[in-house]
C-alpha cells in the first residue's frame, strides 16, 4: 500500500469490529485477528470468509487482549462513554503501553476522526491496526460509522502521495449514455470499450494491494459512466448478489474495479520473453 498500514485486525463482533476487517477485504489489505472459541458473535459463528483465529477459550476478554498485543496500535470507536469490551480494551492498551486512538463521535466528526486516526498511524508507525468499539445491538449506527471513518483516512492516505496528483492522467472524459449497464459483465465490457490503453495497462498493472490507486482515482468517472448518480438498481443488485452482501454505491465501484482488474490482466500487461 501507499501508507505504512499493512493490516488490520478486530476480534470479529458485529458492529466496529466487522466494519474494520470488510474495509480491509475492500481495499485488499491483509485482514485478521483473534476471536473466542467456536467463533462466537452475537448472531451467530463468523463467517468463514474472515480469516481470524480462534482462541482455545470462549471468553472475549482474552481474544480483546491478545488482539492488542498482536498490533501496533488500536483505534476505539464509541458514540459516548466507553463500556463493557470497549472500557476494557481502552484500559487494558494503556496498561500494557500499547498506543491507542480513542474517539468519541458524540464530540468528533466522521471526517476530523478520520484525520486524527491519520495522525496517529504516522505517529506510532502503525502497520497493524486493531479496531475495537460496540456492537451491532447496543449502537446499529457503528458499522457505518468506522467504515466511513477507515475509508476516509484511507483517501487522505492516498492524497498526501505525489502518486495521487500524477494519476488524474489516467482519468478519461465522461460521455453521456442513456442504456446503462445491468450485471458486472456489461460494466466490464463498457469500460473495456471506452477507457483508453494507457489507463488499462496502468489497472492491469497495479499490485492487488494497490487497487486503492485506481478506485480513489476512477470512483467519480465509474459512478457517472455505470449510472450510478442515477442509482443503477440493477447493477447494484448483480453486485450485491457476487459479493453476498448488499453494496453501496462506493463498494459496488470496487467490485467492479477488482473484476475489471482480472479482465485486464490477461492482455494488458507486457510480457518478457526470454
Same mark, same amino acid.
Given at each position: 500500500?501507499?501508507?505504512?498500514?499493512?493490516?488490520?485486525?478486530?476480534?470479529?463482533?458485529?458492529?466496529?469490529?466487522?466494519?474494520?476487517?470488510?474495509?480491509?477485504?475492500?481495499?485488499?489489505?491483509?485482514?485478521?485477528?483473534?476471536?473466542?472459541?467456536?467463533?462466537?458473535?452475537?448472531?451467530?459463528?463468523?463467517?468463514?470468509?474472515?480469516?481470524?483465529?480462534?482462541? !482455545?477459550?470462549?471468553?472475549?476478554?482474552?481474544?480483546?487482549?491478545?488482539?492488542?498485543?498482536?498490533? !501496533?496500535?488500536?483505534?476505539?470507536?464509541?458514540?459516548?462513554?466507553?463500556?463493557?469490551?470497549?472500557?476494557?480494551?481502552?484500559?487494558?492498551?494503556?496498561?500494557?503501553?500499547?498506543?491507542?486512538?480513542?474517539?468519541?463521535?458524540?464530540?468528533?466528526?466522521?471526517?476530523?476522526?478520520?484525520?486524527?486516526?491519520?495522525?496517529?498511524?504516522?505517529?506510532? !508507525?502503525?502497520?497493524?491496526?486493531?479496531?475495537?468499539?460496540?456492537?451491532?445491538?447496543?449502537?446499529?449506527?457503528?458499522?457505518?460509522?468506522?467504515?466511513?471513518?477507515?475509508?476516509?483516512?484511507?483517501?487522505?492516505?492516498?492524497?498526501?502521495?505525489?502518486?495521487?496528483?500524477?494519476?488524474?492522467?489516467?482519468?478519461?472524459?465522461?460521455?453521456?449514455?442513456?442504456?446503462?449497464?445491468?450485471?458486472?459483465?456489461?460494466?466490464?465490457?463498457?469500460?473495456?470499450?471506452?477507457?483508453?490503453?494507457?489507463?488499462?495497462?496502468?489497472?492491469?498493472?497495479?499490485?492487488?494491494?494497490?487497487?486503492?490507486?485506481?478506485?480513489?482515482?476512477?470512483?467519480?468517472?465509474?459512478?457517472?459512466?455505470?449510472?450510478?448518480?442515477?442509482?443503477?438498481?440493477?447493477?447494484?443488485?448483480?453486485?450485491?448478489?457476487?459479493?453476498?452482501?448488499?453494496?453501496?454505491?462506493?463498494?459496488?465501484?470496487?467490485?467492479?474495479?477488482?473484476?475489471?482488474?482480472?479482465?485486464?490482466?490477461?492482455?494488458?500487461?507486457?510480457?518478457?520473453?526470454?
Amino acid at each position: 500500500m501507499i501508507n505504512m498500514l499493512k493490516k488490520i485486525i478486530s476480534g470479529g463482533q458485529t458492529g466496529a469490529d466487522r466494519a474494520a476487517l470488510d474495509v480491509a477485504i475492500k481495499f485488499n489489505i491483509e485482514h485478521g485477528g483473534w476471536i473466542p472459541k467456536g467463533r462466537i458473535t452475537e448472531q451467530g459463528p463468523l463467517p468463514m470468509k474472515y480469516q481470524l483465529i480462534e482462541m !482455545n477459550t470462549m471468553d472475549y476478554k482474552e481474544r480483546t487482549k491478545q488482539n492488542i498485543m498482536d498490533s !501496533n496500535g488500536t483505534l476505539i470507536i464509541s458514540r459516548g462513554e466507553l463500556t463493557g469490551g470497549s472500557r476494557l480494551t481502552h484500559n487494558f492498551a494503556k496498561l500494557v503501553g500499547r498506543p491507542n486512538c480513542y474517539i468519541d463521535l458524540l464530540n468528533t466528526e466522521e471526517f476530523e476522526a478520520a484525520i486524527f486516526l491519520k495522525s496517529f498511524l504516522l505517529e506510532n !508507525n502503525i502497520q497493524i491496526l486493531n479496531v475495537a468499539g460496540p456492537r451491532l445491538s447496543r449502537h446499529p449506527w457503528i458499522y457505518k460509522d468506522v467504515k466511513i471513518i477507515l475509508e476516509v483516512m484511507l483517501y487522505l492516505m492516498f492524497l498526501d502521495t505525489q502518486k495521487a496528483r500524477e494519476l488524474k492522467k489516467y482519468v478519461p472524459e465522461v460521455f453521456v449514455k442513456e442504456d446503462f449497464p445491468e450485471t458486472i459483465e456489461e460494466a466490464i465490457g463498457l469500460l473495456c470499450y471506452d477507457l483508453p490503453l494507457k489507463t488499462k495497462t496502468f489497472i492491469a498493472k497495479l499490485e492487488p494491494w494497490n487497487i486503492h490507486m485506481a478506485y480513489f482515482t476512477m470512483m467519480e468517472y465509474v459512478r457517472h459512466r455505470l449510472g450510478f448518480d442515477t442509482e443503477n438498481q440493477e447493477l447494484l443488485k448483480d453486485c450485491s448478489s457476487k459479493t453476498g452482501d448488499t453494496c453501496s454505491i462506493e463498494d459496488a465501484v470496487m467490485e467492479i474495479l477488482k473484476h475489471l482488474k482480472k479482465e485486464l490482466e490477461t492482455n494488458h500487461i507486457l510480457r518478457v520473453v526470454k
